[in-house]
T-cell receptor, first 113, second 118 residues
Framework: DQQVKQNSPSLSVQEGRISILNCDYT??????FLWYKKYPAEGPTFLIS?????DKNEDGRFTVFLNKSAKHLSLHIVPSQPGDSAVYFC????????????FGSGTRLLVRP | GAVVSQHPSRVICKSGTSVKIECRSL??????MFWYRQFPKQSLMLMAT?????????EQGVEKDKFLINHASLTLSTLTVTSAHPEDSSFYIC??????????????FGSGTQLSVL
């Protein structure tokens, strides 16, 4: 049973346009959500996070939106750049889990020049 | 910034042999490290939580006798895949938590180890 789901395995967007990556979760106990970026044969690198007490967090070109009632979060990248091409994972955790992360299956983003 | 070093990056071994993977925190002391496993096009699955000076905590379904974890110091955790079989072939990634800051921004990942068992 996947507690964190990324239903789109891939996404292709034009450079300069907005990239929207989606993530759904089922565990209502999750209270912290993170997005990671991963290149092939490398470990994930942290991008942005959001606490369940917020509905939006912005950092430069990256914005994460959280809809608790829908158990849905999304990552917006605007404007998208070719260097953003990578696999993006969303992850979730709860305060009682001692920092353990549950990951989605990832979405491969391709930004076309 | 903080760096987590993981070695080797790639290993090919014969079925029945054991393989050790090292995970080191270079800039901080990591009281907690995590070991993940990733199959192609799938998510990172948490295998175990490694706590310095104590026994690792394994996730349900992970064989502790198969995947031996040792966290003998604050900067080193090792994962040993014992008597490896082809089904153990996977990408293994460690992560380490820097306890001095907000945990969400202080969880760093190694570069991963691709294990291929022939």
């Amino acid at each position: 049973d996947q507690q964190v789901k990324q239903n789109s395995p891939s996404l292709s967007v034009q450079e300069g346009r907005i990239s929207i990556l989606n993530c759904d979760y089922t565990n209502s106990m999750f209270d912290y959500f993170l997005w990671y970026k991963k290149y092939p044969a490398e470990g994930p690198t942290f991008l942005i996070s959001i606490s369940s007490i917020k509905d939006k967090n912005e950092d430069g070109r990256f914005t994460v939106f959280l809809n608790k009632s829908a158990k849905h979060l999304s990552l917006h990248i605007v404007p998208s750049q070719p260097g953003d091409s990578a696999v993006y994972f969303c992850a979730a955790s709860d305060v009682d889990s001692s920092y353990k992360l549950i990951f989605g299956s990832g979405t491969r983003l391709l930004v076309r020049p | 910034g903080a760096v987590v070093s993981q070695h080797p990056s790639r290993v090919i071994c014969k079925s029945g042999t054991s393989v050790k993977i090292e995970c080191r925190s270079l800039d901080f002391q990591a009281t907690t490290m995590f070991w993940y496993r990733q199959f192609p096009k799938q998510s990172l699955m948490l295998m175990a939580t490694s706590n310095e000076g104590s026994k690792a905590t394994y996730e349900q379904g992970v064989e502790k006798d198969k995947f031996l974890i040792n966290h003998a110091s604050l900067t080193l955790s090792t994962l040993t895949v014992t008597s490896a079989h082809p089904e153990d072939s996977s990408f293994y990634i460690c992560s380490a938590r820097d306890p001095t800051g907000a945990w969400n921004e202080k969880l760093f990942f190694g570069s991963g180890t691709q294990l291929s068992v022939l």
